[in-house]
């Protein structure tokens, strides 16, 4: 008897069919009939058939068979009641019912998602999966195209085996089916750099590599009269794919990178001059190697799209909606190729999603600059990912859309042609754009020592705190780390990560901190904190950082950091004393190191209410997009101006997306708790009121008569 339970059991609906195959011999022909069923623990029998006629020869077997009732907990089960020898091999259970009915196709719910939400793009296959842990692990594309059978089993970099059954040709039918651009994402000649060490292809034999994506725009695009054109009219499409985008590498950096993807570059625009190449700049938004990426993309001008991703907090979405107002609108275009909020416990709350809606907005400002974004990870399935949140969830039986897929629902089918000026206007106490909290010092794999330690309000002069380091520790709280004080020094001597220790008032605001360190051993350099508020709510100057390569001011907010202001080339010298200064005066930071100005930055201490924006559509309709993510409703009396001309239909349509708490989200029980409401509304005009519900995403659609 041989048994498989699939993942996580295998689920069965009553009254629907499924595709049994398998190959099967028997090499000295004692064997043949064999018996299979699928049954649960319990001995529920969801169905149960045979094979006969199993001869010496490798032979394909198939059969379709309806099943008699409902299991979750299923196990494939082979019975051989005879003695003697069998071999078996591509044993495969599949639906009937998938998307379009094809066969071995995908799973029909999935794909109806995705559907719905009409998407103008889909990259595939995304993130770390392109690099692998190395380069026997990496996605190549030619592997994945022909008869499953015949697709090899691989690990990938997420640590379990994919048998590429979801290759590129069935990709580019998907992008075809939901009408979207098909943005392949092609291995570059290197693996994940993100750990201790890169695989990479020696430059002396990248041609491979470089010709695997020549074949791919061929396989794609080329007629049925050239090689890969013509193996893709023998899958079943004579007609071209008409690809227009290509990505090299996935998150990858430096000048290894910047030389390989050059390579690729050249050699796709000399045969495919039409095809948009699209440059990665790293897996963070800002910082050294962000910054690297953008000066190297500029200085060759070899991109026609920069592709950033961004997993950050809500609040860092909420302040940085004015991201792109200082980009250079004659540089490559931007693509966002993955984002997400990730807040406390990376929850896909609503939280999340109306933080989203709000970049998403502003994002549509700049729609001259940011060309396409995308949220990523599509899709995870419950119990069996290392990853969230994601855009939807699913487990053997069924699927639900999560706010942030709403969110994109919402604001893709309300998209508008023209952005219209239109501003909603909340007034703030100046008083609260303040930083304000304790300060610590730190390190990150390295030992250091700290002396001379003052704390000067910027106000009044007054010395807020001293410290000598000839007493005890009592005036410190010691997070991690081992701390000592001798000869006035604060020393601290682990190579651990994260070690800081803290001291102060949280209500310190306007001060400057002023503190002389040295390097003893380790990776990186110096860690001074200011405004903390607890051990995940704070800033640090982060001095010698990422391997000791550059400087720069951070931000955690719920434990998640994120750079704010620009990054500067500084390393830390062992045994070496330095002078830092840090002056934080209202919401400006600026940080000095032996006298020099670093970093001069305001950051955005208070996020905002209320984020809107306001679009005309081919249609001519209004539609006014607004997200209130207080806990109060927020009434406007809305006027539009400057189209004297302007009448409208009294009635308005509106969408809502909302629910009673930020930290409300969707699930398997509750599927449908926040998803957009559709109500209309009277008495509209060019000037008329309206209440935008606490914590809510809300489109008003005028119509012109």
Same mark, same amino acid.
């Given at each position: 008897m041989l048994s498989n339970?699939?993942?996580?059991?295998?689920?069965?609906?009553?009254?629907?069919?499924?595709?049994?195959?398998?190959?099967a011999r028997s090499p000295d022909g004692s064997i043949k009939n064999i018996n299979f069923e699928v049954s649960n623990r319990k001995g529920n029998v969801a169905f149960k058939d045979f094979i006969s006629d199993i001869d010496r020869k490798w032979k394909k077997f198939e059969k379709v068979i309806m099943c008699n009732q409902d299991i979750d907990d299923g196990r494939f089960v082979i019975l051989i009641k005879e003695k003697g020898t069998v071999d078996l091999d591509f044993i495969s259970l599949f639906p009937q019912n998938t998307w379009k009915e094809r066969k071995n196709g995908l799973r029909?719910? &999935? =794909?109806?998602?995705?559907?719905?939400?009409?998407?103008?793009?889909?990259? %595939?296959?995304? !993130?770390? &999966? =392109?690099?692998?842990?190395?380069?026997?692990?990496?996605?190549?594309?030619? %592997?994945?195209? !022909?008869?499953?059978?015949?697709?090899?089993?691989?690990?990938?970099?997420?640590?379990?085996?994919?048998?590429l059954g979801l290759g590129f040709y069935e990709y580019f039918l998907l992008c075809e089916d939901l009408g979207a651009e098909p943005i392949p994402v092609i291995n570059c000649g290197m693996s994940f750099q993100g750990g201790s060490y890169t695989d990479m292809v020696p430059l002396d034999k990248l041609d491979e590599y470089i010709q695997d994506a020549l074949d791919l725009i061929e396989f794609a695009n080329g007629s049925v009269d050239t090689k890969w054109g013509s193996i893709r009219a023998k899958l079943g499409h004579p007609e071209p794919f008409n690809l227009k985008y290509i990505e090299i590498g996935n998150e990858q950096w430096g000048p290894e990178y910047y030389v390989r993807y050059e390579k690729f570059y050249d050699a796709i625009k000399k045969k495919y001059p039409y095809i948009k190449v699209i440059f990665g700049v790293g897996p963070s938004p800002s910082g050294k190697i962000f910054d690297d990426g953008w000066n190297w993309v500029k200085k060759t001008g070899k991109a026609d799209?920069?592709?950033?991703?961004?997993?950050?907090?809500?609040?860092?979405?909420?302040n940085n909606v004015d991201r792109y107002s200082t980009y250079d609108r004659k540089g490559p275009k931007v693509y966002v190729g993955e984002y997400a909020a990730h807040g406390v416990g990376r929850r896909n709350n609503l939280e999340a999603a109306l933080s989203e809606a709000a970049y998403?907005?502003?994002?549509?400002?700049?729609?001259?600059?940011?060309?396409?974004?995308?949220?990523?990870?599509?899709?995870?399935?419950?119990?069996?990912?290392?990853?969230?949140?994601?855009?939807?969830?699913?487990?053997?039986?069924?699927?639900?859309?999560?706010?942030?897929?709403y969110v994109l629902k919402i604001l893709n089918e309300n998209k508008g042609k023209y952005v219209l000026p239109f501003k909603l206007l909340t007034l703030k106490d100046k008083a609260d754009e303040v930083i304000s909290g304790m300060i610590g010092l730190g390190s990150w794999q390295t030992s250091v020592e700290y002396k001379d330690l003052r704390v000067i309000s910027n106000i009044t002069g007054e010395v807020l705190y001293k410290d000598n380091f000839i007493d005890t520790l009592k005036n410190w709280t010691i997070a991690r780390g081992i701390w000592t004080i001798k000869n006035g020094v604060f020393s601290q001597s682990t190579l651990s990560e994260n070690c800081f220790a803290l001291t102060g008032d949280v209500n310190w605001s306007n001060y400057t901190i002023q503190v002389k360190a040295r390097k003893i051993s380790g990776r990186e350099g110096f860690l001074i904190m200011f405004g903390v508020k607890n051990s995940d709510n704070f800033y640090w100057w982060n001095i010698g950082g990422w391997g000791n390569s550059y400087t720069a001011i951070e931000k955690a907010v719920g434990g998640i950091k994120s750079i704010i202001g620009n990054s500067a080339n500084v390393r830390v010298e062992e045994n070496r004393w330095y002078d830092i200064k840090i002056e934080v005066n209202g919401n400006r930071i600026r940080c000095y190191l032996d006298g020099v100005l670093i970093h001069d930055v305001e950051d955005r201490v208070v996020r905002q209410d209320i984020y809107s924006n306001v679009t005309e559509d081919e249609n001519g309709d209004i539609l006014i997009k607004v997200v209130n993510i207080s806990n109060k409703n927020k009434r406007f009396s809305i006027v539009i101006k400057g189209l004297e001309n302007l009448r409208l239909e009294e009635e308005a349509r509106v969408i809502t997306l909302t629910s009673d708490s930020l930290k409300d989200e969707n699930s398997f029980i509750a599927p449908n708790k926040i998803s957009p409401q559709y109500t209309n509304i009277s008495g509209v005009d060019k000037n008329f009121v309206y209440v935008f519900p606490r914590y809510s995403l809300t489109v008003l659609r005028l119509k012109k008569r």
């Amino acid at each position: 008897m041989l048994s498989n339970q699939g993942y996580q059991g295998i689920s069965l609906k009553k009254g629907e069919y499924y595709i049994v195959t398998l190959y099967a011999r028997s090499p000295d022909g004692s064997i043949k009939n064999i018996n299979f069923e699928v049954s649960n623990r319990k001995g529920n029998v969801a169905f149960k058939d045979f094979i006969s006629d199993i001869d010496r020869k490798w032979k394909k077997f198939e059969k379709v068979i309806m099943c008699n009732q409902d299991i979750d907990d299923g196990r494939f089960v082979i019975l051989i009641k005879e003695k003697g020898t069998v071999d078996l091999d591509f044993i495969s259970l599949f639906p009937q019912n998938t998307w379009k009915e094809r066969k071995n196709g995908l799973r029909f719910d &999935l =794909v109806k998602w995705l559907y719905d939400l009409k998407p103008s793009f889909m990259r %595939f296959p995304g !993130g770390c &999966l =392109v690099q692998g842990r190395n380069m026997n692990e990496a996605y190549r594309w030619k %592997f994945t195209i !022909g008869d499953p059978l015949e697709r090899p089993t691989i690990p990938n970099f997420w640590g379990y085996y994919q048998s590429l059954g979801l290759g590129f040709y069935e990709y580019f039918l998907l992008c075809e089916d939901l009408g979207a651009e098909p943005i392949p994402v092609i291995n570059c000649g290197m693996s994940f750099q993100g750990g201790s060490y890169t695989d990479m292809v020696p430059l002396d034999k990248l041609d491979e590599y470089i010709q695997d994506a020549l074949d791919l725009i061929e396989f794609a695009n080329g007629s049925v009269d050239t090689k890969w054109g013509s193996i893709r009219a023998k899958l079943g499409h004579p007609e071209p794919f008409n690809l227009k985008y290509i990505e090299i590498g996935n998150e990858q950096w430096g000048p290894e990178y910047y030389v390989r993807y050059e390579k690729f570059y050249d050699a796709i625009k000399k045969k495919y001059p039409y095809i948009k190449v699209i440059f990665g700049v790293g897996p963070s938004p800002s910082g050294k190697i962000f910054d690297d990426g953008w000066n190297w993309v500029k200085k060759t001008g070899k991109a026609d799209l920069v592709d950033e991703h961004y997993y950050m907090s809500p609040e860092w979405f909420l302040n940085n909606v004015d991201r792109y107002s200082t980009y250079d609108r004659k540089g490559p275009k931007v693509y966002v190729g993955e984002y997400a909020a990730h807040g406390v416990g990376r929850r896909n709350n609503l939280e999340a999603a109306l933080s989203e809606a709000a970049y998403l907005l502003n994002i549509e400002k700049y729609s001259d600059i940011v060309s396409m974004i995308s949220y990523a990870p599509l899709f995870g399935k419950e119990g069996a990912s290392q990853w969230q949140p994601n855009l939807i969830w699913f487990n053997n039986r069924s699927s639900y859309a999560t706010p942030s897929y709403y969110v994109l629902k919402i604001l893709n089918e309300n998209k508008g042609k023209y952005v219209l000026p239109f501003k909603l206007l909340t007034l703030k106490d100046k008083a609260d754009e303040v930083i304000s909290g304790m300060i610590g010092l730190g390190s990150w794999q390295t030992s250091v020592e700290y002396k001379d330690l003052r704390v000067i309000s910027n106000i009044t002069g007054e010395v807020l705190y001293k410290d000598n380091f000839i007493d005890t520790l009592k005036n410190w709280t010691i997070a991690r780390g081992i701390w000592t004080i001798k000869n006035g020094v604060f020393s601290q001597s682990t190579l651990s990560e994260n070690c800081f220790a803290l001291t102060g008032d949280v209500n310190w605001s306007n001060y400057t901190i002023q503190v002389k360190a040295r390097k003893i051993s380790g990776r990186e350099g110096f860690l001074i904190m200011f405004g903390v508020k607890n051990s995940d709510n704070f800033y640090w100057w982060n001095i010698g950082g990422w391997g000791n390569s550059y400087t720069a001011i951070e931000k955690a907010v719920g434990g998640i950091k994120s750079i704010i202001g620009n990054s500067a080339n500084v390393r830390v010298e062992e045994n070496r004393w330095y002078d830092i200064k840090i002056e934080v005066n209202g919401n400006r930071i600026r940080c000095y190191l032996d006298g020099v100005l670093i970093h001069d930055v305001e950051d955005r201490v208070v996020r905002q209410d209320i984020y809107s924006n306001v679009t005309e559509d081919e249609n001519g309709d209004i539609l006014i997009k607004v997200v209130n993510i207080s806990n109060k409703n927020k009434r406007f009396s809305i006027v539009i101006k400057g189209l004297e001309n302007l009448r409208l239909e009294e009635e308005a349509r509106v969408i809502t997306l909302t629910s009673d708490s930020l930290k409300d989200e969707n699930s398997f029980i509750a599927p449908n708790k926040i998803s957009p409401q559709y109500t209309n509304i009277s008495g509209v005009d060019k000037n008329f009121v309206y209440v935008f519900p606490r914590y809510s995403l809300t489109v008003l659609r005028l119509k012109k008569r």
